[in-house]
């Protein structure tokens, strides 16, 4: 089953100097349940492609349909972790984690439970009162994965939300994300400069080229997975 569709997709920017193309005919699929990565150099249009499917960007031509409808605003089944966590440094941690569930315009106390144990399998028990700026980095950026996946999204965007961290963390949090991924089987586009994390966590690995952000080469991984 085909949960994106990517087709002819082409995105400009305006800048002082003038029209800035950042994507060009990128067509592109996204299967049900499948960990797609996007590799590629930097300003080669990843966070620009990732912001397009989320609806978060208009797109300058073709068109991109997730479950089929054509993506205006963003979905609601939908979870978001960028390279900054974006976490509000003076509410809890619990009440950072519950922020998509309001945004969403659902009642928080309804979620409450779930994000308690999300907190839990993420290492973070005991800090649900506590508050981000008392936090690691690494600890921050695992409540920002709470929150995108605290409503229980059937797809994840995730643009290097490891990029900041330090390798060992990276390692964690790399083992704690496929975890969740063989237990839940979301649908993932995830964004990263690493290859190895690459070749760690997906199914399938699109490398993209600059001027203009092209697609110019396609990876399916067949690795061995633990068992669930
Ligand atoms: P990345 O880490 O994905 O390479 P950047 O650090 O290049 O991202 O960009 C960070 C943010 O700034 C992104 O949201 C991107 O859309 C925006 N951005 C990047 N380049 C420009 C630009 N030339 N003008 C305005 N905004 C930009
Ligand atoms: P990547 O994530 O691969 O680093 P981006 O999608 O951030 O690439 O950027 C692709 C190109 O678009 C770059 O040339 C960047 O400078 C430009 N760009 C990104 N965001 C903006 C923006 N908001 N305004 C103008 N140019 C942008």
Redesign the pocket.
């Known amino acids: 089953i085909v949960r994106v569709e990517v087709a002819g997709l082409s995105k400009s920017?305006e800048?002082d100097r003038g029209p800035?193309t950042a994507l060009e005919g990128i067509d592109l699929q996204i299967h049900d349940s499948e960990f797609l990565t996007v590799l590629g150099p930097?300003?080669c249009g990843?966070?620009?492609l990732l912001?397009c499917i989320a609806g978060l960007e208009p797109v300058s031509a073709g068109r991109i349909l997730i479950d089929g409808k054509a993506v205006t605003r963003p979905p609601a089944d939908l979870g978001i972790v960028f390279?900054r966590d974006l976490l509000l440094d003076w509410r809890t941690n619990l009440q950072n984690v519950l922020i998509s569930v309001e945004f969403l315009g659902l009642k928080p106390r309804d979620f409450e439970e779930r994000a308690r144990q999300l907190l839990d399998l993420f290492g973070l028990a005991g800090y649900e009162d506590r508050y981000p700026w008392e936090l690691s980095g690494g600890m921050r950026q695992r409540v920002a994965i709470c929150r995108a996946l605290v409503d229980n999204p059937g797809f994840l965007l995730m643009?290097?939300p490891f990029?900041a961290l330090d390798a060992m963390t990276r390692d964690e949090l790399n083992l704690e994300l496929q975890r969740i991924w063989l237990r839940d089987k979301k649908t993932a586009l995830f964004?990263t400069h690493s290859v190895p994390e690459a070749v760690f966590l997906s199914d399938r690995i699109i490398v993209m080229d600059r001027n203009p952000g092209r697609i110019a080469a396609e990876f399916v991984v067949d690795l061995p997975r633990p068992r669930t």
């Open positions: 920017y800048s800035v930097s300003g990843k966070s620009t912001k390279q643009d290097e990029g964004i």
